[in-house]
């Protein structure tokens, strides 16, 4: 399987490569040449299986010759050991038609952790056999750094840092991703919003000097192993309602896009997806490009929905490629726009978008009357993020088809919020019931490249 560039002109990667790199050096994302597919008989044999077996079978054609079909299922039976839910990842029904795919039952409480924990095995498997050493550096709106950190932390041949916002993540993420103890663990704090964090991380994948000199290694879902991962539970939460004989439909609460995109290759697989509906916050800059076809960002206004606080959603540029019928040369043309303040879609590829996606936008105070509300009439307690997305989806559901919500993170990673709408404080699990006592360990940095980059050098092990 061969890796191409959405921007066009980067090497043509195997999957191995493409995972241990991360960004493109022509600045694009990898996409595979060809999607691959799976047949109606082979969707239909997912029925009834382990997560893990779909895991496999699902991944399986993307990864070519980089493991042998033996390490490969190793590897994904210890990246879901750790999770606290035989399903791994359950689906609960909210209201007539109306489902919740619980994907919070990981180590850090968020979604990132099926991709994290998986990838975090493959590093290490390749590592190892490679004798190579990387730095992994990521950007984090607060649940991809504690997952990545999770990951990672305590092994030999990787060093860790992970960019946050300061000020902009809730204290459980913070906590989350000071309190470990490893060496090879670094939390950088940003004077900046997440926008910031991730433009330093590309920056940094730009720099090839850097780059090559400490091993970058990223694992943003701008890494296609990320959202690769992510391509199960679509398989696994539709067949459960009875795909591939019925279709279904998903709401995602959406800030990078990467969560959305992993829908995408699995109706791209031949899942039968209906609707795709991206679901924003206030910081709804992917609603507006798919009503309006302009895409131009405004600044970040924070909102208790922390993770989904973005204007700059690196995996857009993946739908993009994709709905401008993999044209790299256009999709280089709209980042250079981007850089100058933003671009509007064509009208092909506007209407190859909307053939795909719907989308909607929850302010603030829907967010907290929606958990409040499901609270009430389910039990349910939902984070503030999963509420965006099951807000949007009650405005945007067809009652023939089932609709499925990614709830994306589990309550007590925001304990605040979901306190002020419902008055019940969630607890944290047992295994991080110690959480607020624990020492923070956490380097304050400028949002200045040559400032990031000096500190990575002097801190990672040669
Ligand atoms: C990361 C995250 C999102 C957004 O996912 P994307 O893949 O960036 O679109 C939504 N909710 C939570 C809780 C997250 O951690």
Redesign the pocket.
């Known amino acids: 399987m061969n890796y191409i560039s959405t921007r066009g002109t980067a090497p043509v990667l195997d999957f191995e490569d493409t995972m241990l790199t991360g960004l493109a050096r022509d600045g694009g994302l990898y996409l595979p040449e060809a999607i691959p597919s799976l047949t109606t008989g082979e969707i239909a044999a997912l029925a009834g299986l382990s997560y893990e077996e779909c895991a496999f079978r699902i991944m399986r054609p993307f990864i070519g010759d980089a493991f042998t079909d033996d390490a490969f299922r190793g590897i994904i039976a210890r990246a879901y050991a750790g999770f606290n839910h035989a399903a791994r990842a359950p689906l609960v029904q909210l209201a007539p038609g109306h489902f919740l795919l619980e994907l919070f039952h990981g180590p850090t409480l968020?979604?990132?952790d099926f991709a994290m924990q998986l990838i975090g095995q493959m590093f290490q498997a390749a590592l190892e056999r490679n004798g190579q050493r990387v730095t992994i550096v990521g950007a984090t709106?607060?649940?991809?750094g504690s997952a990545a950190i999770e990951a990672f932390r305590g092994l030999d041949n990787v060093d860790v840092f992970i960019l946050f916002p300061h000020g902009r993540v809730s204290e459980v993420q913070r906590r989350q991703m000071t309190t470990p103890t490893e060496a090879n663990v670094h939390a950088l704090a940003v004077t900046g919003d997440f926008d910031d964090c991730q433009a330093r991380v590309k920056d940094m994948f730009n720099h090839f000097d850097f780059r090559d000199r400490v091993g970058l290694a990223g694992v943003n879902?701008i890494n296609f192993a990320r959202v690769l991962a992510q391509v199960v539970y679509y398989f696994t939460s539709a067949v459960s309602l009875g795909a591939p004989a019925r279709s279904v439909s998903f709401t995602?609460?959406?800030?990078?896009?990467?969560?959305?995109f992993a829908g995408y290759l699995a109706k791209r697989m031949g899942l039968p997806i209906d609707r795709l509906v991206v679901a924003t916050n206030q910081n709804d800059i992917l609603h507006r490009c798919l009503s309006s076809a302009e895409y131009r960002p405004d600044g970040v206004a924070p909102s208790i929905?922390p993770?989904?606080d973005?204007q700059v959603s690196s995996?857009f540029e993946r739908a993009l490629f994709e709905a401008y019928g993999r044209d790299g040369a256009a999709v280089a043309q709209l980042m250079d726009e981007l850089k100058a303040g933003g671009f509007s879609v064509s009208q092909g590829a506007l209407q190859a978008l909307r053939e795909v996606y719907d989308s909607g936008r929850a302010s603030e105070d829907e967010t907290r009357a929606t958990i409040a509300r499901l609270q009430r009439t389910t039990g349910e307690l939902l984070?503030p993020?999963s509420a965006v997305g099951v807000k949007v989806a009650e405005e945007m559901r067809d009652p023939s088809t089932p609709m499925i919500t990614l709830a994306?993170?589990h309550p007590a990673k925001f304990p605040d919020a979901v306190e002020e709408a419902t008055g019940i404080r969630p607890p944290l699990p047992a295994h991080m019931a110690d959480l607020f006592d624990r020492p923070e360990r956490v380097t304050r940095v400028e949002n200045d490249l040559t400032e990031i980059e000096t500190l990575i050098e002097e801190r990672r092990r040669p």
């Not at 709106?141 to 991809?144: A, I, L």
């Not at 959406?254 to 969560?259: A, P, S, W």
């Open positions: 968020a979604f990132k709106s607060g649940d991809t879902s995602v609460p959406t800030g990078n896009f990467g969560d959305i929905s993770s989904m973005i995996n984070c993020h994306t993170a």
